[in-house]
Every structure is written in structure tokens, then in C-alpha cells.
């Protein structure tokens, strides 16, 4: 009777352990395009049917971002944690000086201590970046290369004293402003640009998302980027902030039981400029046979200029289009991931001008998967 019994139980643990592992993968989501308020960023896209060591990558990632139960289970994690230790959980968030809040991922770490610094992924985007750049100035189009900064880079005087950075090893951003000048890539990576205009402005947020830069760093970047086009394409309209109302809004760190609510900057385009901007949904979908991701195009009749611009991009130019939008008559946006397909977007939608933009981050998460950067060639 008690081996029986005991059949049972383990038995119905193995059945539990099967539901527990299975069910979540079961209940995989879908849907095409996700955006997630825990995490503030785009989950993973479905990459498409190809058998090759970089799509494999993504496949991975599509799976972590969509399985089942997964912003329950990581709500439930940093509660418990916060609740039992008072801390953030070591992978999502920690507290620096001042209470200024930072990402805490291990690789972010390491990045801000100059131990992550991937010569060889650097080589490749800049001989990717050098290509593009000398096939579109063949055909007469002004490009230039972003950087969006991580917070540690721009205000590294508020991470904790007990982690120190190894000044005798070059920073990931160091090393790519040096092999992109070497090149004769335009780039922005405006660490120098940011130390100064941080005295004035905070322009990354103390506490709520502290991943990325907050409106006011955006606009002063998106200002450093319209320079470095215009010495190109002197047609463009620089952006101006006399476009906007700015203005601010209460958000909360939406990720964690503790209430940490913030005032943050947003810029809203005043009604005589976003009135005109007309979204073509028709085109807010994956070009036939071109990439894996899905264009968005946004057309103004009455912009301010007959130029046109296609952005390659990540999170940090996630719902920016009006930074672009009053100002060009077509701005195209799409993800990063299709730079492969750099030529053949070029060909079909002839813009005037194109923007690639990597979050510094990316250097030690996503950026690893392009297998190809190197390979890229243009015809």
C-alpha cells in the first residue's frame, strides 16, 4: 500500500513537472506585434522561416519573449524579492547614488566597467556601417549612424561606488567613435554633447525607464543627428522645438510592488503640425519579399520639406515618429534586424535620407545575432 502510494505521489509530480514545463510553451503568444509596458519595449517578431545561424538566434529569442505566464512570473519574482530582501531583483533594476535607478544585468555591468568591449563586434558593424555608407553616397543619400546612450554613460557619477570601471580597458563606445571616425563614418554618439547639456536638462529619467533617454535626450540627439545630415543633404528641415508643447506626465515604474511614480518630459507636436501626418496602414506591414520585420510609413503632404527618411532602428526610436513626421514628407521606420536588407528598402522606397540606429546596450544583448554584419555587400 505504501509503494502504491507512493506511485502516485511521484506520479503526480511528473505530471506537474511535464504542465509546468509544457503548458507555458503551449501557450505561446502570437500576435504579430506585442509592446510591452513591463519591460517598455517591443517583444520579439516572428524572423521568418530561414535556416541559418543568425535566424536560429532569434528563434530563441521569440520564444523567451512570448512563452506563456512570463510578465506574471516576472512580476511575481521581483515582488518577492523586493518583499523578502527590500531590493530590486539583480537582473532588472538597482538603486546608484541619489537614488537614481539603473538596469542591473550583469553584461550592462560589465559594459560600464570596460569588460565587455567586443573588438570583434565592433570590426563588423563598422565595416557594415562603412559599406552602407559609401553605397548611399554613391546614390546620392545622406546616412548617418546613432547611438542611443545607456544611462551609465551619460550619468556614471551615480552608479554605486562599489563598482569600478577598469580605465586602463576602452569603453565600448570609446572604441566604436574611434574606428567610425577612422572609417569617415557620420555617426552621433554624443557623450561629450550629453555631458554638457545635462547641466541644464536631466535627460534621462531618475527612475522610471531608465533603459533608454527620456524625451528631452532624445530631442537633443535627434538635433545632434539633423546637423550631421544637413552638412549632406542641406534640403532638410532641422528639428525645432518650437514644433511642440512640452509638458509632463506622471509614470510609474510599472515592474516592480514598490510605488515609484515620476514626472517625465514629453514633447506632444502642436495641432497645426500633427493635424497633416496621415499613417498609411496599408504599408504598416512587411514589404513582399523583403526582411522580417514590418515597415511603418507615415505621410505628410504638408511637411516642411519634400525629403523623405528611412530609419533602421531599435527601441530607442520606438514611437518617435514625431520627431520626424512634421518635417518629412515620408518617413519610413523599421527594425534593425532587416539590415541585410538595406538595398533592397533603398531601391524600392528611394529615400533621401537614411538613419541606422543601435542602443549601446545592444553591444552586449542583441547585436551578437548579427552574424552577417560583416558579410554584407552592395551591388
Not at 514644433?243 to 509614470?251: N, Q, S, T
Not at 515620408?330 to 534586424?337: F, G, I, K, T
Request: some cysteine; aromatic content about 14%.
Amino acid at each position: 500500500m505504501k509503494k502504491k502510494t507512493m506511485n502516485i505521489i511521484n506520479c503526480i509530480f511528473s505530471i506537474l513537472f511535464l504542465l509546468i514545463i509544457f503548458v507555458p510553451f503551449c501557450m505561446l503568444d502570437t500576435t504579430e506585434i506585442i509592446d510591452s509596458e513591463l519591460e517598455n519595449r517591443r517583444m520579439t517578431m516572428w524572423p521568418g522561416w530561414h535556416f541559418n545561424k543568425e535566424t536560429n538566434e532569434w528563434y530563441g529569442h521569440y520564444v523567451e519573449d512570448r512563452v506563456g505566464f512570463r510578465e506574471d512570473a516576472v512580476r511575481l519574482y521581483t515582488n518577492a524579492v523586493y518583499d523578502i530582501f527590500g531590493e530590486f531583483t539583480e537582473d532588472l533594476h538597482m538603486y546608484g547614488k541619489n537614488e537614481e535607478i539603473f538596469p542591473a544585468d550583469r553584461e550592462y555591468v560589465r559594459a560600464y566597467q570596460n569588460l565587455a568591449t567586443d573588438e570583434q563586434l565592433i570590426d563588423s558593424l563598422v565595416t557594415y556601417l562603412d559599406r552602407t555608407d559609401a553605397y548611399l553616397e554613391e546614390q546620392g543619400i545622406a546616412f548617418a549612424f546613432v547611438a542611443g546612450l545607456d544611462k551609465k554613460t551619460v550619468y556614471g557619477e551615480y552608479m554605486p561606488d562599489y563598482i569600478r570601471v577598469d580605465e586602463s580597458k576602452e569603453g565600448i563606445m570609446e572604441m566604436l567613435s574611434r574606428k567610425l571616425t577612422d572609417a569617415g563614418v557620420p555617426y552621433v554618439i554624443p557623450i561629450e554633447e550629453y555631458a554638457k547639456a545635462k547641466k541644464n536638462d536631466k535627460i534621462y529619467n531618475r527612475i522610471y525607464d531608465t533603459a533608454h533617454w527620456n524625451a528631452l535626450g532624445a530631442m537633443e540627439c535627434i538635433r545632434l543627428l539633423d546637423e550631421e545630415i544637413w552638412k549632406q543633404n542641406d534640403a532638410i528641415v532641422p528639428v525645432s522645438e518650437d514644433a511642440y508643447v512640452l509638458g509632463y506626465e506622471e509614470k510609474r515604474l510599472d515592474n516592480s510592488c514598490i510605488d515609484i511614480r515620476e514626472n517625465v518630459p514629453v514633447y506632444t507636436l502642436k495641432p497645426e503640425y500633427a493635424d497633416t501626418v496621415w499613417q498609411n496602414t496599408e504599408t504598416t506591414a512587411q514589404l513582399e519579399g523583403i526582411g522580417r520585420m514590418p515597415l511603418m510609413h507615415m505621410e505628410n503632404s504638408e511637411a516642411l520639406s519634400n525629403q523623405s527618411i528611412l530609419i533602421m532602428h531599435d527601441s530607442f526610436l520606438d514611437n518617435k515618429t514625431y520627431y520626424f513626421t512634421y518635417r518629412y514628407k515620408d518617413v519610413y521606420m523599421v527594425s534593425r534586424h532587416d539590415y541585410e536588407c538595406m538595398q533592397q528598402y533603398v531601391e524600392i522606397l528611394e529615400p533621401d535620407v537614411v538613419v541606422f540606429e543601435v542602443a549601446e546596450r545592444a553591444f552586449v544583448d542583441d547585436l551578437h545575432a548579427y552574424v552577417n554584419l560583416a558579410n554584407v555587400t552592395y551591388e
